[in-house]
């Protein structure tokens, strides 16, 4: 885990999603209860004029949600939320990105806000969203 960034404008580190592959979806499909047919059956994915099929919009907010937990402990997330703004499709390879818009105080507790957003290669956006997250030092544990 790297250290948080602090100052508006620091982005944290892109976390690069390998291809999309059937595979992955299928899984995703068991692990999230979301079957859709839409999202795994290549013929659903053509009656509704769409090329193939594409990933669950959950899909990509759950990469997001790494991304939070690459770079912060999950304890200092104060919030997080995204918009889904494009489908992405089988074999697309997104990105997640992260930036700090803003550094505040709010009661005790410093955070940070930012910015995130998953980008595909060809640089279409699919998802943005915003987190809030605690910079102050977790509280240590009791030893009981």
Partial sequence: MSAPPLEPGSRVADLEIPPISRTILALFA???G?????????????SAG???VFAHGML??????????????????RSFSVRFTAITPVHGEP?????VRAVDRVGDESTI????????????????????????APEPRRQR
Avoid: K, W
Wanted: hydrophobic share 40%; net charge negative; proline share 5%.
């Fill in 95 to 99: 990105t997640c990105r992260g930036v």
């Fill in 34 to 46: 979301d079957h859709n047919p839409i999202h795994i059956d290549l013929d659903v994915a053509r």
């Fill in 50 to 52: 769409l090329s193939d």
């Fill in 113 to 136: 806000a930012l910015d995130l957003g998953v980008v595909l290669a060809d640089g279409t956006p699919t998802v943005s969203g915003e987190a809030v997250i605690s910079v102050e």
């Fill in 60 to 77: 990509s907010m759950a990469y997001l949600g790494r991304l939070l937990t690459d770079n912060f402990p999950v304890q200092q997330i």
């Fill in 30 to 32: 068991g692990a999230s």
